[in-house]
Nanobody, 128 residues
Framework: QLQLVESGGGLVQPGGSLRLSCATS????????IGWFRQLPGKEREGVVC????????VYADSVKGRFTVSRDNAKNTVYLQMSSLKPEDTGIYYC?????????????????????WGQGTQVTVSS
């Protein structure tokens, strides 16, 4: 059965780094774009970064540009989100989800409404 499982969250001090993993199974990762989203306390879910099969048509939120980087390890069927220079306002639950690659390439929008098959999320807390 298809699965997306996030991991790597935790507590980190401001200015620190974390690498989140989205481990996928049960489907061909190359056929899907992967999006990272987050839900900040008291706010609606928002896009962090979405990208195609080889980091094609990568779309970062303005709030994370230059600080977050997405990558794929196809051999491990895993997508990573490297986060650096973390800020308290990055605190929230981070999710990964998929979208059919052809649909994404036709309309490369990093919107949660376009993605499905969500993982369970992993908590990121940035605090001193």
């Amino acid at each position: 059965q298809l699965q997306l499982v996030e991991s790597g969250g935790g507590l980190v001090q401001p200015g620190g780094s974390l690498r989140l993993s989205c481990a996928t199974s049960g489907f061909a990762l190359s056929n899907y774009a992967i999006g990272w989203f987050r839900q900040l306390p008291g706010k609606e879910r928002e896009g962090v970064v979405c990208s195609g099969r080889s980091d094609e048509r990568t779309v970062y939120a303005d709030s994370v540009k230059g600080r977050f980087t997405v990558s794929r390890d196809n051999a491990k069927n895993t997508v990573y989100l490297q986060m650096s220079s973390l800020k308290p306002e990055d605190t929230g639950i981070y999710y990964c989800a998929r979208r059919r690659i052809l649909q994404y390439y036709s309309d490369p929008l990093c919107l949660s409404s376009r993605f499905g098959s969500w993982g369970q999320g992993t908590q990121v807390t940035v605090s001193s």
